[in-house]
């Protein structure tokens, strides 16, 4: 079974390195900090995979919920910060 | 009886990427911020819910004891937790979008929200 959790966990890594060409490249401020979003719920899922892989499963989970409430919270204030300096007029 | 939980597993496991991909490729190919908002927002929120029950399915199995059953609850808090935290975080991102003056994709370029009745009231 670790076998296959290192493969979903691969997978899902190549969908993170999929995503980051929006938050890289992407036109809008707005863009990046849905694709940061993005890759931190990808990167919650990835940290419990490796609990399971490494069978250390108490420590994991704590990890991967206290990253999932800093990555909802970051969030939060990424877009209260940018309501009116992110855009500007030839961005959008 | 092993056997049922392992393909249950694996079953949610591929249910959660297939998820995942279909929201990456919505967050890719998308031609506005509000469709790749909608794309994302309702994608991974599903696919971590998958992806969680069945690794908290196979933590049940795997150690059936009291601890394991508390890291599945734990496990499964955070898929309730981010069912609640994505919408606000969505909404959020979405509110600071739109009074940022970034306007809504149409096929034909028609424009549906002028700005400018808004600063009239």
């Known amino acids: 079974m670790g076998n296959f959790f290192l493969g979903t966990a691969l997978a899902l890594c190549f969908f993170i390195f999929l995503c980051l060409y929006r938050a890289v490249w992407g036109p809008t401020v707005f863009d990046r900090i849905i694709g940061a979003g993005f890759v ?40 209260k910060y940018f309501i009116k300096k992110g855009v500007h007029s030839h961005q959008l | 009886m092993t056997l049922i939980i392992l393909t249950m597993t694996a079953a949610l496991l591929v249910a959660g990427l297939f998820f995942f991909f279909a929201a990456t490729v919505g967050f890719l190919r998308f031609p506005d911020l509000y469709t790749r908002m909608h794309a994302t927002g309702k994608g991974d929120t599903l696919a971590l819910l998958l992806m969680v029950a069945g690794l908290a399915l196979f933590n049940l199995y795997d150690n059936f004891c009291w601890m394991g059953m508390v890291q599945s609850v734990k496990l499964l808090f955070i898929a309730v937790f981010w069912f609640i935290a994505n919408p606000t975080a969505t909404h959020a ?19 549906i929200i002028d700005k400018t009745e808004g600063e009239g009231a």
């Open chain 1, 40 to 79: 931190g719920t990808k990167t919650t899922i990835l940290l419990l995979l490796i609990g399971f892989i490494y069978r250390r499963i108490d420590m994991f989970v704590d990890l991967a919920l206290v990253y999932s409430i800093l990555n909802f919270i970051s969030t939060l204030i990424v877009s």
């Open chain 2, 93 to 111: 991102v979405l509110r600071a979008a739109f009074e940022s003056g970034v306007t809504p994709w149409t096929k034909d370029g028609t424009v």
